[in-house]
């Protein structure tokens, strides 16, 4: 029997719960409070936020089912009828008060229409502000394993995607050190819905004992004032990716959804310096060097 | 006599070295940094910056003259076919230190294409962190004489374009008060390019001595820990205007314009807080309920 719509909307509201849950446990000081809101065109979600917890500064868990008809860019851009959709996942940015804990991003969604169309899309990517190899591939070898278990093609084409969509192109450099990154993901793809939503769920629930993983190891690493400040630079290229080029806050801000929600992905403080430029042969140089499509990381 | 394209590209930037001197003179710490750039494609700039002045936090006055062939995208969006084109203009935005003191944004701008046709576009807006009705009326009333000189239809017609203009979607809020904007202004207008170009210059000549006087007035002025971080905040909103909304920042990124001369528009610092409230009846309020379109501040 294939999954139901609602089993879906409900296995990602438990994975919201879960994630929540151990993030707390590994923070050790911050709570995440709880906002339901509803969408004016239909659904709604709930949204999690923790700020100023002892590793978190700030981090947003979001839940959303959503549905209604979409406006018109967004059934063009989606080469798609104007029928009722339903879009509903699973959204996580977190922004860590040291630089020696790396920013991450998950996302998991399922998006359907009424005429019987449907996919899965997702992904998770991590943000560095300083690229350890170690870290970088401890990251990526869990992608895989998670990945392997339903296809072992899957790893090396969902970590392609993600070099080529985190990128900032005006800048040319990647957001970070990629990860997976896959969308439209349906029957086509050899596999049955339910196998592919195990799937999702499955890289869902790698996000936070792998993000756990790296906090523990960093999150008591004393820093500098200009490691700070290299972090908070760090982070505006972080704002300019999602607020030019990210799809799904695009989406939000298109669908008119809830602002707040989206947004949470924005750091609590990031900063701009004019033409700033790194010190030859230090850790920002090297870190800068490593931002860039095609780096191999688990071989 | 018709005005020349090399009359227009020096008259550009002998403005920008009026208006460089002067926020100089008034900021009395700061110097503006001049960098040479070129564009690949053709032409190029000089970007004038200044950081951690008495007043000025960071500000850009940037000067630019470029050519070549459009890409594809641009073309469709302005509606041109894809022949040479030239674009020249000055464009600023000023953060103070002070978030007494207001962020202000000025652009002027010639474009021509190959095929003869031309325009010119511009204006100047401001956004104060605490809107103060006497300087709103200041500012606004220095546009409205600056406009009237050339055409009493002007100030009206270019006031509601920037209410529209500078517009936050997402959130509901104009950037700050507006001012003026206008675009492809050219002989339709009733006006020759003579009389246009001396508009602009006009424009461009209200620019220094409309800001020096605002700065003048509130340089001095001590603030509080929350109204600094309130400044963070207002400036957050800026970053999301200037990153999803701005037409001559998404131009410059999508033509391979000198990204750090682009950008210099984003304040050195800026901040998030999640779902950020404010007092009751605090300045915070009364400033959010004036930041909305079809204030009148001249009558």
Redesign the interface.
């Known amino acids: 029997m294939s999954i139901t719509k609602q089993q879906i909307i409900d296995g990602f509201r438990a994975l919201q719960l879960r994630i929540t849950t151990q993030l707390e446990a590994e923070d050790g000081l911050g709570h995440f409070r709880e906002?339901a809101w509803e969408r004016p065109g239909g659904g709604g979600g709930f949204s999690r936020?923790m700020?100023a917890g002892a590793v978190v500064e700030?981090g947003?868990v979001n839940f959303s089912a959503v549905h209604g008809h979409l406006p018109e860019n967004i059934t063009k851009a989606l080469r798609v009828d104007n029928a009722e959709f339903l879009a509903t996942g699973v959204s996580i940015v977190i922004h860590p008060n040291s630089p020696m804990v790396p920013i991450i991003h998950m996302n998991v969604r399922y998006f359907e229409m009424e005429n019987g169309t449907w996919w899965f899309g997702g992904g998770i990517d991590l943000t560095p502000h300083y690229v350890i190899a170690d870290d970088a591939q401890f990251f990526h070898a869990a992608l895989k394993a998670t990945c392997d278990k339903t296809d072992p093609a899957f790893y090396s084409k969902f970590k392609l995607w993600a070099d080529d969509y985190f990128y900032i192109?005006?800048?040319k450099e990647t957001r970070g050190i990629g990860g997976i990154f896959f969308d439209r993901l349906n029957e086509e793809s050899g596999h049955t819905k339910h196998q592919l939503w195990d799937f999702v769920l499955a890289v869902g629930d790698t996000f936070a004992p792998t993000y756990r993983a790296l906090m523990a190891r960093h999150k008591e690493e004393k820093f500098t004032d200009i490691q700070r400040q290299w972090q908070?630079l760090r982070r505006?290229r972080y704002?300019?990716f999602n607020?030019?080029y990210d799809k799904g806050t695009k989406f939000g801000?298109d669908t008119d959804g809830r602002?707040?929600s989206?947004?949470?992905s924005?750091?609590?403080?990031?900063?701009?310096?004019?033409?700033h430029k790194v010190e030859p042969n230090s850790e920002e140089e090297k870190t800068l060097s490593l931002l860039r499509k095609g780096v191999n990381w688990v071989d």
């Open positions: 906002d936020i700020e700030k947003g192109k005006h800048r908070l505006g704002v300019e607020l030019v801000l602002i707040e989206i947004l949470m924005l750091p609590t403080l990031a900063s701009w310096v004019y033409d």
